[in-house]
């Protein structure tokens, strides 16, 4: 009878700590759990919700179904997909030019060159700098009697006589570019740093048996380094493309929220939400935006999987 009350005793002690874990466990994950479902679930929920209303962002709603989205696939009624093909086109340059520029960076850096170390700070720096500065410093560099005509000047492009290039005017073809060049520029240092920690997790050993195999540094890089640190493009990738949809910060600093010729879908969101009111067809635009970036970093992640 002892035995088997002391057995009943040791299994109740066991269950009771393994209570105790749980609760523990549970108090340890609540405030990430509080955060997750204030910051990113409820919002989140809320825009798909508003998006079927026509909505203030106080009051009475109004029931719409799916007009707002209609709206959106209307390019007479609102410029979305001419705001999501521009977001492409930044996509586009930060893989195929920014992405690289960032990988031969830190392939350099990470040889060993004399000076690495302020190397790597002097290309970091621009991530560091605040957007408004960093936007108020280019709109210094493409105003009409900046730094990019006066250069043009220099070389003879521009003649004697001959107007400023308006840079940052609506409807002349350039904005785009403008407000483009400086995202670019920002990021490159970002991508640089985390590929370079790609670069530097490459075990020594392997540059070493590719060196005596008669390897060139290039090819070391080609064949050993760039193949070691896929994982590392791979969120690359992801995070140029989706911060690419997601833009706004440095656009809406050197453009208007109304500009059609730089607009990405960020700035048709805060133009009809801060500007109209229309806080519905906001809702709807983030939607689409939310499962745009979802969309492509599976597809991202997909293909570099495949090619593993």
């Not at 990988?103 to 690495?116: D, F, H, P, S, V």
């Amino acid at each position: 009878m002892f035995g088997r009350g002391h057995f009943s005793l040791g299994r109740q002690s066991i269950m009771k700590r393994k209570k105790l874990d749980g609760i523990t466990i549970f108090l340890f994950l609540l405030p990430a759990l509080v955060l997750f479902i204030g910051i990113l679930a409820a919002p989140l929920i809320s825009s798909v919700v508003n998006s079927f209303y026509q909505y203030k962002g106080f009051g009475s709603k109004t029931w719409l179904g799916w007009d707002n989205y209609k709206r959106l696939f209307d390019k007479n009624q609102i410029p979305f997909w001419d705001s999501v093909v521009h977001a492409f086109i930044l996509a586009g340059f930060s893989v195929f030019l920014q992405l690289p520029l960032a990988l031969g960076l830190a392939l350099l850096l990470g040889r060993g060159i004399k000076g690495e170390r302020f190397l790597l700070s002097v290309n970091f720096l621009p991530v560091l700098i605040s957007t408004v500065v960093i936007g108020q410093l280019w709109l210094k560099v493409f105003h009409p009697e900046g730094l990019v005509n006066s250069l043009l000047r220099v070389v003879g492009y521009l003649k004697e006589g001959d107007k400023n290039i308006q840079w940052l005017g609506d409807g002349q073809g350039k904005l785009l570019w403008a407000c483009f060049i400086p995202m670019l520029w920002q990021y490159v240092g970002y991508h640089m740093l985390l590929m370079y920690a790609g670069v530097k997790s490459v075990p020594p050993e392997l540059r070493e048996a590719a060196k005596i195999d008669g390897a060139t540094d290039w090819q070391v890089d080609r064949f050993v380094v760039i193949p070691s640190m896929k994982q590392i493009l791979k969120v690359s990738v992801i995070f140029a493309v989706t911060g690419s949809l997601k833009s706004y910060d440095l656009i809406r600093i050197m453009a208007t929220l109304q500009t059609k010729e730089a607009s990405v879908p960020s700035t048709i969101l805060m133009d009809y939400m801060t500007l109209r009111g229309e806080y519905g067809v906001a809702s709807a635009v983030a939607v689409l935006l939310i499962l745009l970036c979802f969309f492509f970093a599976i597809l991202i992640s997909a293909a570099f999987k495949e090619r593993d």
